[in-house]
């Protein structure tokens, strides 16, 4: 963060200074005492588990200059506002307009249903061969709501030339609020899917909040849109007047497209298609769905003076950055493994499950292991019995259902088409982990997809190292 004194602070969050208004704080903003360094500033949110003013003082103790909390604490410089996120957001707000006025940050944001943290990813390893790793802020795994937005806002520094932004939501409203903080210089909208649906009720209400990003961008900015999916293509109408708009897809009239698609596999090849020129992409990332994720990246690294030769050779050479997202690990044994538990919902669990077929071909057997899809409400019975029916439709070779919540991709395999034993739902991580155990060999491919709340991460973990 830029160095601000106490009193600073103290008037970007409206709060009531209890400390020496002079203090320099010159570290990090971290809501954890044990990331603190020198000169820090802490965050004392409140969790569901534990709340941060009962580690102020430690934090303190281990270096940290001022505090950020609801109420006075002895011993503890701090400044008392009355919604600890809020103020964060504010301070962030207010970091970056002085970053602007100063210098030359621009602002990359992004979001979606689907492919937020993949795109994320793409555009840090686009851009940063050109501003150099020392001027671009890209946040790490999934800082994407109003705390981890704000984080990475103050990770910036006046040498920042580009801050590039995950933004998501679970109701109406959440995008607006991010975009307040962090207006963007360029907004891509990647999907409108069914994540969230229980708390939006409907995917209206879930496109209208995606949305707007559009309404959020800077005058005068960027709008990326995919236009192979209807919703978001219509947000166009949703843009100021001042603001371009920049299409990507497959279909012939996108600015930016993809032709000639193949996917060997499970990695996706094409040519990167624009006004400017064309060139090939060899994706090193698993999912024919990246194409999607690929294209924005390249669509709003051209915004910022990437050329489509750079822009192409670059995804070619992109890894996967975020634990937990279709990682692939080849076991000694002979078992690959594909750990996609990070999060799940019905589009990336099928966009998933497709790809464990296209990798596993005729040779190999295909593994589903899968977890509960969260806040899905109460559509939730029949989007889990669907997926349960696609796994029949693609021919995966073994189900395995894991934990209550999932129990209805059992019951959907199992009524759909002539399955018999190919599905097995087990109550818990122990119990999938035994049969896995048992059942797992040498050409196995095997993949690992929930949301994380269901915990099947730990499995993942548990597959990979069994064998290691």
Not at 107 to 117: D, L, N, P, Q
Not at 351 to 367: E, I, Q
Request: charged content about 20%; proline content about 4%.
């Amino acid at each position: 963060m830029i160095e601000l004194t106490a009193a600073e602070v103290a008037a970007a969050t409206t709060g009531t200074l209890h400390a020496d208004g002079a203090v320099p704080v010159t570290g990090p903003v971290v809501v954890d005492s044990r990331q603190v360094a020198p000169g820090a500033l802490f965050v004392a949110v409140a969790g569901e588990r534990a709340d941060g003013h009962d580690f102020a003082a430690a934090a303190v103790g281990a270096g940290a200059a001022l505090a950020l909390t609801t109420r006075p604490l002895d011993g503890v410089p701090c400044v008392v506002v009355a919604d600890v996120e809020v103020a964060l957001g504010e301070l962030a707000r207010t970091v970056l307009a002085r970053l602007r006025t100063d210098g030359d940050v621009r602002v990359v944001a992004v979001t979606g249903s689907v492919g937020k943290t993949t795109t994320k990813d793409l555009l840090g390893q686009l851009l940063a061969p050109d501003t150099g790793a020392d001027a671009i802020v890209v946040p790490a795994g999934s800082f994407n709501n109003e705390i981890g937005l704000p984080l990475t806002v103050l990770r910036a520094t006046p040498a920042t030339r580009v801050l590039v932004l995950e933004m998501g939501a679970d109701a109406p409203g959440n995008i607006a609020d991010l975009t307040r903080i962090a207006p963007p210089d360029v907004g891509v909208v990647l999907a409108v899917g069914t994540a969230h649906l229980g708390r939006f009720g409907d995917v209206e209400a879930i496109a209208r909040t995606k949305g707007e990003m559009v309404e959020g961008v800077r005058p005068g900015g960027t709008v990326v849109l995919n236009v192979d999916d209807s919703r978001v293509s219509a947000m166009a109408g949703r843009a100021d007047p001042s603001t371009t708009v920049v299409t990507f897809g497959t279909i012939p009239s996108a600015d930016v497209r993809a032709r000639d698609v193949t996917v060997d596999a499970g990695r996706a090849r094409f040519t990167l298609v624009t006004a400017d020129g064309e060139a090939p992409v060899a994706l090193r990332l698993v999912g024919a769905h990246h194409v999607t994720n690929a294209l924005a990246a390249a669509a709003a690294a051209r915004r910022l003076g990437v050329t489509v030769e750079d822009a192409a050779a670059r995804l070619s050479t992109a890894t996967p950055l975020s634990p937990h997202r279709m990682a692939v690990t080849e076991r000694p044994d002979g078992v690959t493994v594909v750990d996609d538990s990070y999060n799940a919902n019905p589009d990336s669990m099928r966009a998933a499950l497709r790809t464990l077929a296209v990798m596993a071909g005729r040779t190999r057997r295909s593994v589903a292991v899968v977890g509960e899809m969260l806040e899905l409400g109460d559509a939730a019975r029949v989007e889990h019995d669907a997926i349960g029916r696609l796994a029949v439709r693609l021919n995966v070779k073994r189900l395995v259902v894991v934990g209550e919540g999932a129990y209805h991709v059992h019951e959907g395999a199992q009524q759909e088409g002539s399955w018999g034993e190919e599905s097995v739902f087990v109550p818990d991580l122990e119990a999938a982990l035994e049969v896995l155990d048992a059942e797992l060999t040498d050409g196995d491919v095997v993949l690992v997809k929930a949301s994380q709340g269901s915990g099947l991460w730990r499995l993942a973990d548990q597959l990979v190292e069994a064998r290691a």
